[in-house]
């Protein structure tokens, strides 16, 4: 009996090895390039029976993500490989986050030959914004080899050469370069952000990425610019661009899925993020470097709790005591003279917008800690608003505002901004009104009148002559620009400019609405002057096109802060139904709908029921969800 036991647990023990020996287990297996930062493979558990990909999950706590129940595997041999089922999530059903922000679950796909060495993971080209991750390697640690064109080269700084004075000309720059490790399914576009100081502006342009993950853009400048490249996922990337040249770059994607990766962001480095040629490459590419500690901003808002309860008098001396910590660390940096010296100028001007928004970082500080409510913010903000002294900057700290290289900081742009009217006072301090200052702060009331869509009249054409040739011939660009689109605009279909009518306001919205009755609404409450708002009306156009069969109505509401003339052309190009209402009657539609902010979004059944609600654009993908949730019951 002994005898048959040991041979019992001889066989049992046999058994037990064959299937671990077919089980293969790979922990936190490396790969190639991801196109989200909100899943990653923790294991991969390969049998004769299945392959489970075991994901970790990291997403804003109490919301949402989904697989589509269309995933699949592909292996390094071309085959695929179809998503069977899930194991704590259900393909195609919403999956929350919890309150810690992270989650595990398992998705389960056909086994896989012993031959394959590598996998991508997707959800499909035909998901917007769907979840892949390519080249998760199955045998070794070591990803293929990248090679890098011969272009992409690290550039020797000379750590004594000083910055240089940016070029003030008006021209185009060009933009080229490629996505290394690009894959069908990415991302087909990226944008390039232009800080632009001699507009007080920031300007957007979407850059077109090909299937080979080349690009090229050309956009107009008037001086040497500070420029980011924004692509899903990632950090910026900073570059200049200078009229009449080219800037080139080759953008390491693998090295951006390493750094944002979980599991692999301490390991060892898959070469440069970035590889630049170009106007001030050097001091480009050593800012895309890690620089920890050379940013006051993120000093404050990473502790911003801390502020809580502080009176004005002591955020003032704790941003300035955050402000010397950090030149302290910029001082130290191995970098080149040039790249500190942009550092430096962006320490300066970080710090004045800090003072400038006193108000507004004790007020969020004080929700942060549930010392008040949101509710309560307005109040709470203007009490600390109200006590802060004209003197609160003095004068002398921007005399920075002065100095030509400090158009070279992305910072100058929002602080210019702010700070433009103020240039009378300055003059005063300074004992002068010449320097790059008063230049640009003699361009931008110009240029924001056209931005806003009202034509420079015959005296201002006239004040441009006395401006740097530069600006100048900007300002005449961009004026000719708009009126050839205003006489366009007179030829374009497509929206309808509505009257709310003399109504009470208890029935001001149910008028608006009652003429498109038995219609699925999506109501927008915007504002010409919102971005945000822009830049969704934009993003949706083709999202519009495709449901263009739903019997959707896009009813468009904003208020007297969106000047009439700026509406009137801005409209054409929104495609929908337009209401432009008093300020009493927006102050209503606000206090009954909540619009706490613009964009605000309401989507109503044919039997005007609010069935859905969003302050803030939620994105392409999820609008069309919603909509398609009431246009389809």
């Given at each position: 009996m002994k005898k048959l036991n040991f041979l019992l647990s001889s066989l049992l023990l046999c058994m037990c090895c064959t299937i671990q020996a077919k089980n293969k287990v790979i922990e936190q297996p490396p790969f190639i390039v991801s196109s989200t930062t909100s899943i990653e493979v923790s294991q991969v558990e390969i049998s004769d029976t299945a392959t489970v990909l075991h994901i970790f999950a990291k997403y804003r706590p109490k919301n949402w993500i989904k697989i589509a129940s269309g995933s699949y595997l592909q292996d390094n041999n071309g085959k695929t490989y179809?998503?069977?089922s899930g194991i704590g999530i259900t393909p195609d059903a919403e999956f929350w986050i919890p309150e810690s922000g992270e989650a595990e679950f398992q998705l389960v796909f056909p086994p896989l030959p012993a031959s394959v060495t590598s996998i991508d993971f997707t959800e499909g080209a035909e998901i917007e914004n769907g979840f892949s991750i390519w080249g998760i390697q199955l045998k070794g640690n070591n990803l293929p080899k990248l090679v890098l064109p011969k272009e992409a080269v690290i550039h020797k700084a000379d750590k004594e050469t000083a910055l240089p004075n940016p070029v003030i000309e008006y021209g185009k720059a060009t933009l080229k370069g490629k996505l290394l490790d690009f894959r069908l399914g990415m991302s087909k576009t990226m944008t390039l952000v232009s800080w632009e100081s001699a507009k007080g502006d920031?300007?957007?342009?979407?850059?077109?990425?090909?299937?080979?993950?080349?690009?090229?853009?050309?956009?107009?400048?008037a001086s040497t610019t500070p420029v980011s490249i924004y692509m899903s996922g990632s950090s910026p990337l900073q570059l200049f661009m200078e009229p009449g040249k080219t800037t080139e770059v080759y953008i390491n994607l693998r090295e951006i899925s390493r750094r944002r990766s979980k599991f692999h962001s301490e390991g060892k480095p898959y070469g440069e993020i970035i590889y630049i040629n170009g106007p001030l490459a050097t001091?480009?590419?050593e800012l895309n470097q890690d620089m920890p500690g050379t940013n006051v901003q993120d000093k404050v808002y990473k502790d911003m709790k801390a502020f809580a309860g502080m009176d004005i008098d002591t955020y003032k001396s704790k941003v300035l005591e955050l402000s010397a910590e950090v030149q302290t660390e910029i001082d130290k940096l191995p970098c080149s003279l040039a790249t500190r010296q942009v550092l430096t100028i962006n320490n300066k001007l970080s710090t004045i917008g800090l003072l400038r928004l006193a108000a507004n970082s004790l007020t969020s500080a004080a929700i942060q800690t549930n010392q008040i409510t949101r509710e309560e913010a307005q109040e709470y903000f203007m009490e600390r608003a109200q006590k802060i002294p004209a003197d609160y900057i003095p004068n002398a700290n921007f005399a920075i505002l002065n100095d030509l290289q400090a158009t070279l900081s992305s910072n100058?742009?929002?602080?210019?901004?702010?700070?433009?009217?103020?240039?009378?006072?300055?003059?005063?301090?300074?004992?002068?009104?010449?320097?790059?200052f008063f230049d640009i702060v003699r361009v931008i009331p110009l240029y924001q009148s056209i931005k806003n869509f009202t034509p420079l009249t015959e005296e201002q054409i006239n004040t441009t002559n006395t401006f740097p040739s530069a600006y100048r011939e900007m300002l005449t660009v961009a004026n000719d620009e708009l009126l050839a689109k205003i006489e366009a605009n007179k030829k374009k279909t497509g929206f309808t400019v509505n009257e709310a009518g003399e109504v009470s306001d208890e029935d001001l919205f149910a008028s608006i609405i009652s003429k498109f009755s038995g219609k699925v609404l999506l109501v927008d409450f915007w504002a010409t002057w919102c971005g945000p708002c822009r830049m969704a009306n934009k993003e949706m156009i083709p999202m519009k096109e495709e449901l263009k069969d739903k019997d959707i109505v896009y009813l468009y509401i904003t208020g007297e802060t969106s000047p009439l003339k700026t509406w009137e052309n801005m409209i054409p190009d929104i495609h929908g139904e337009h209401y432009r209402v008093t300020a009493a009657q927006w102050n209503f539609l606000g206090k009954?709908?909540?619009?706490?902010g613009v964009p605000t979004y309401l989507i109503i059944d044919r039997e005007g029921n609010i069935k859905y609600r969003q302050v803030g654009f939620p994105g392409v993908k999820t609008m069309k969800e919603e909509l398609l949730k009431v246009a389809d019951q």
């Open positions: 179809q998503l069977r920031i300007s957007e342009a979407l850059v077109d990425i090909q299937p080979d993950g080349s690009f090229s853009k050309e956009i107009s400048l001091v480009a590419q100058y742009s929002n602080i210019v901004i702010g700070y433009y009217q103020k240039s009378g006072d300055l003059a005063k301090t300074w004992g002068t009104d010449n320097g790059i009954s709908f909540n619009v706490s």
